[in-house]
């Protein structure tokens, strides 16, 4: 039996090329839907606790890229199951002693339905609290990234900002996006399908080629 609730319960998480689950919650803003967001890039991020000092540098380091975010049409929404009055009390104290006012709104998930709905709780690190989930949902809700942090590990800003624009950069121009590459690299070019178009590749003076399958191009 519990291998089965198991087997349901993965199946039920979101994937990536799948629509992202629709909510309605509470947040520190007031009450928000996903749907709010459509025509906008999301990042859902979950944290395990307020007033925590983990989790205080994320919120700082997230409000830090906000604006790069914002520029870019994504929008942050944090989650954790603490209550609206804890995270308001929690961005007033990171404004007090830190002196960064935390611009994005965080749902205030009690009862753990957008974490279950998400798939955010790992019950054998914590049955209590949200792991550090990221979602990354474009502006057509549809799921395009997801990456997960334990609860020691604080994430990666430069790495979430890097991970979105090679998502942005590879939709504007259908191309793929080599290990380590940030803007300005150059990007991997679509493997031929033929080999006439195998053929014709390596006679493009246009791209760089080591091979067929491996070309480059400077966008």
């Not at 929008?75 to 104290?93: C, K, P, Q, T, Y």
């Not at 990007?187 to 791209?207: C, F, L, N, W, Y």
């Amino acid at each position: 039996m519990e291998e089965t609730v198991v087997k349901e319960t993965v199946k039920s998480l979101p994937r990536i090329g799948s629509k992202a689950p629709q909510f309605e919650a509470v947040t520190s803003h007031g009450i928000l839907r996903l749907s709010d967001y459509e025509g906008s890039w999301v990042i859902l991020f979950s944290h395990p606790a307020d007033f925590t000092p983990v989790c205080t540098t994320e919120f700082i380091g997230f409000q830090e890229i906000y604006p790069q975010l914002r520029e870019m049409n994504v929008e942050l929404l944090g989650l954790s199951v603490d209550s609206v009055s804890s995270h308001i009390a929690w961005v007033r104290n990171i404004e007090e002693k830190f002196g960064v006012k935390i611009e994005f709104p965080i749902i205030a998930d009690l009862n753990k339905d957008v974490a279950q709905l998400y798939g955010m709780i790992m019950p054998e690190e914590s049955s209590t609290e949200t792991s550090r989930a990221v979602f990354v949902i474009d502006d057509k809700q549809i799921v395009r990234a997801v990456i997960y942090y334990p609860l020691t590990t604080g994430r990666n800003m430069d790495e979430i900002l890097r991970l979105v624009k090679a998502l942005q950069t590879t939709d504007q121009h259908g191309i793929a996006t080599p290990a380590n590459w940030r803007e300005g690299d150059k990007v991997i070019v679509p493997t031929p399908a033929t080999t006439e178009v195998a053929e014709e590749r390596m006679k493009d003076d246009s791209v760089e080629c080591i091979d067929w399958y491996f070309c480059k191009k400077q966008l």
